[in-house]
Nanobody, 124 residues
Framework: QVQLVESGGGLVQAGGSLRLSCAAS????????MGWFRQAPGKEREFVAA????????YYGDSVKGRFTIFRDNAKNTVHLQMSSLQPEDTGVYHC?????????????????WGQGTQVTVSS
């Protein structure tokens, strides 16, 4: 089992930046992909970004391309999500998730370990 803990959420004005972090522990050696998802009230969970545990490949949802960057701190078993040019529509609870599967998927059902989430609120 992989344990995931997110941090870094908060309140920011439109146009601002935040960095989210997800620290993995437990059977972290079993991770192939780590992804970030977000969910706004009344909306479905949305894929944001994903990265291979090796850090070699990254993927982004269309709504965040060019604004968000996912990267890994290998020494700390931590993946960061740098978010820039934030807009009110980026508001939601952001969850990190992992999968041991080698293929990439943007569907949340592909990921089997989830963190509790961190709230991001972007004011206009």
């Amino acid at each position: 089992q992989v344990q995931l803990v997110e941090s870094g959420g908060g309140l920011v004005q439109a146009g601002g930046s935040l960095r989210l972090s997800c620290a993995a522990s437990g059977r972290a050696f079993n991770i192939y992909y780590m992804g970030w998802f977000r969910q706004a009230p009344g909306k479905e969970r949305e894929f944001v970004a994903a990265i291979t545990w090796s850090g070699g490949r990254t993927y982004y949802g269309d709504s965040v391309k060019g604004r968000f960057t996912i990267f890994r701190d290998n020494a700390k078993n931590t993946v960061h999500l740098q978010m820039s040019s934030l807009q009110p529509e980026d508001t939601g609870v952001y969850h990190c998730a992992t999968t041991p599967a080698a293929g990439f998927s943007q569907y949340s059902t592909w990921y089997d370990s989830w963190g509790q989430g961190t709230q991001v609120t972007v004011s206009s």
